[in-house]
């Protein structure tokens, strides 16, 4: 069984900090892309930022030189370092991992920016 275990949510003040986690576990193999996606109440799931296997990555613009993906894969772990955050950026934060055959999501961890 795969699961996908998100950290680092939490509140934010507007230009702070937050760093998410994510750790697959399980029987994952394979693992290709991986990325974060978020959903701010009344709107639809957006692509927040994706980085493939050889570490070439892609952002929304809306948070382009702002949030940093990285990966470690000997840990089966994406990180998605956020800064000079904005209430705007308020939403639930999910996970999203691609193997060869199918994708995995996280539960989602909430951020809130806010003062």
């Known amino acids: 069984q795969v699961q996908l275990v998100e950290s680092g949510g939490g509140l934010a003040q507007p230009g702070g900090t937050l760093r998410l986690s994510c750790a697959a576990s399980?029987?994952?193999?394979?693992?290709?892309?991986m990325g974060w996606y978020r959903q701010a109440i009344g709107k639809q799931r957006e692509l927040v930022a994706l980085?493939?296997?050889?570490?070439?990555?892609n952002y929304a613009d809306s948070v382009k030189g702002r949030f940093t993906i990285s990966r470690d894969n000997a840990k089966k772990t994406v990180h998605l370092q956020m800064n000079s955050l904005k209430p705007e950026d308020t939403a639930v934060y999910y996970c999203?991992?691609?193997?060869?055959?199918?994708?995995?999501w996280g539960q989602g961890t909430q951020v809130t920016v806010s003062s």
């Open positions: 999203n991992v691609w193997t060869t055959m199918r994708d995995y």
């Open positions: 399980g029987s994952i193999f394979n693992i290709n892309v």
């Open positions: 980085i493939g296997s050889r570490d070439s990555t």
